[in-house]
Each structure stands twice: as C-alpha cells, then as structure tokens.
C-alpha cells in the first residue's frame, strides 16, 4: 500500500480580490508582524475556486 497511484487537485486564486493586512506590532524591531491574510472574503474569489473545482471535476469524470 505504500507506492499507490494517485493525483491531487489543488486549485489556486492567482489573482485574488481579497487583500489581507501586514502590520507591524511595535517599533521593536525582533517582533513579528502581525499578518491577517483575510482569505476568501471576497465573494468573487470563493465563486471562482467553486468554478475550478467544477471543471476539474467534470473533466476528471469525461475522461474516464
């Protein structure tokens, strides 16, 4: 069971509306920023990974 065949399907925004927030904590240079990536909050960007996934889907299933 070790060496199966297999796939994965992962699909990416590479044009994403979301934007998310990098802001820095303190002057203190040693401390990390503080990072909100705000994925999916647009609606279009959660309607189109739902569209990928659809075509992907449906090209898997008609090519079997």
Partial sequence: MMYNEGFSLRP???HPQT???VR???REPTEHPYIEPNYLAHPDDV???VEGM???ILSLCSSW
């Fill in 19 to 21: 934007r998310g927030v």
């Fill in 24 to 26: 820095l904590q303190s």
């Fill in 12 to 14: 990416v925004l590479l």
């Fill in 47 to 49: 309607k189109i990974l």
């Fill in 54 to 56: 659809k075509y992907f």
